[in-house]
Nanobody, 124 residues
């Protein structure tokens, strides 16, 4: 009932910038939290940034001051503005949301959802 589509990944030089976007669609009637995670080769998936419905935000220490998360509640979108990118930021970035939607049988379902991931490569 919920689909997430990410965009904006790519190759960028160290010190450069990228903006990731994620659009949620489906029979959604409430999104509590929207965030971004990343997974580098050989490493565990880690939280990058998260924004709740009341606008409170959390960032990983490694990205504080460089990354900014924003969300548009009217459009059910979340973005991640990434500046001063470093090679260690190279990873697959995943959109993640806690959303409530209506099932095909008319019930409410509140679940955690993941996007398909978008590759970000920081290299000269």
């Amino acid at each position: 009932q919920v689909q997430l589509v990410e965009s904006g990944g790519g190759l960028v030089q160290p010190g450069g910038s990228l903006k990731l976007s994620c659009a949620a669609s489906g029979t959604i009637f409430k999104i509590n939290r929207m965030g971004w995670y990343r997974q580098a080769p050989g490493k565990e998936r880690e939280m990058v940034a998260s924004r709740s419905e009341d606008t409170s935000t959390v960032y990983a220490d490694s990205v504080k001051g460089r990354f900014t998360i924003s969300r548009d509640n009217a459009k059910n979108t979340v973005s991640l503005e990434m500046n001063s990118l470093k090679p260690e930021d190279t990873a697959v970035y995943y959109c993640n949301i806690d959303a409530c939607s209506t099932t095909s049988r008319g019930y409410s379902s509140c679940q955690n959802h993941w996007g398909q991931g978008t590759q970000v490569t920081v290299s000269s």
